[in-house]
């Protein structure tokens, strides 16, 4: 295996621009209280497009991972206008949080009168169709924790379409949609590939973030 000797390039990364690029994550991700500490023991100034309606992204985002989806929703058309209209998927995956918790809940009638009235439309899209009867399915179980998709109900799951609300509000603000630490790692690993299909597998294996925070 082939490595770089980081002393070859110590002059190409500066202190300012790794804590940019930690500003930039914790910005990115909402965590205000903590930038601010950040920036009060560093002495960097926050850039004004990274403070951009921090607070009412974070009550989104909060919300979300909280399970009251139709809020966030409300906040986000508020926020964001006409971002759900045209983000399809991104909509059908925020209606359908709100009828997993109603499920999660027990509410299946509420849930079942939820899905007519708002998710049937998406039905007429074939991509949509197999997530809907997995959807659907959740209602067959008295237990939905412990079906075949029960990772429908995990945190993860919420996670996930939290992360790409936060993503889209942001891009919908003509901001980047991923923070400068993940661009840096998606950029590392497209570097690592290209050179392992040009030099060889041996001299360059896939880039591995876990790995590479291992050493």
């Not at 991972?65 to 399809?88: F, H, R, S, V």
């Not at 925020?94 to 299946?108: G, Y």
């Amino acid at each position: 295996m082939m490595d770089l000797d980081p002393r070859l390039y110590e002059n190409s990364v500066s202190d300012n621009d790794v804590r940019n690029i930690v500003l930039s994550y914790l910005m990115h991700n909402c965590f205000k209280e903590t930038a601010e500490t950040f920036l009060s023991s560093t002495g960097l100034k926050l850039p004004v497009d990274y403070s951009v309606n921090v607070d009412k992204r974070k009550a989104i985002f909060n919300f979300v991972q909280e399970g009251n989806t139709l809020k966030a929703i409300e906040l986000t058309e508020e926020l964001a206008p006409n971002l759900l209209e045209n983000d399809m998927d991104l909509h059908f995956d925020l209606l359908s949080l709100h009828f997993i918790e109603l499920v999660r809940s027990r509410k299946c009638t509420e849930a079942l009168e939820f899905g007519q009235k708002k998710l049937t439309s998406f039905g007429k899209v074939p991509k949509y169709v197999e997530k809907l009867e997995d959807f659907m399915a959740l209602l067959a179980y008295e237990e939905p924790e412990k079906s075949p998709m029960f990772h429908l109900l995990s945190p993860e799951y919420r996670q996930n379409v939290a992360d790409s609300l936060n993503r889209a509000v942001l891009a919908h603000a003509n901001l980047p949609a991923y923070s400068s630490l993940e661009r840096v790692v998606q950029q590392a690993t497209v570097v690592r590939q290209y050179l392992q299909q040009e030099v060889g597998k041996d001299s360059y294996p896939p880039f591995s973030l876990k790995a590479f925070l291992s050493k």
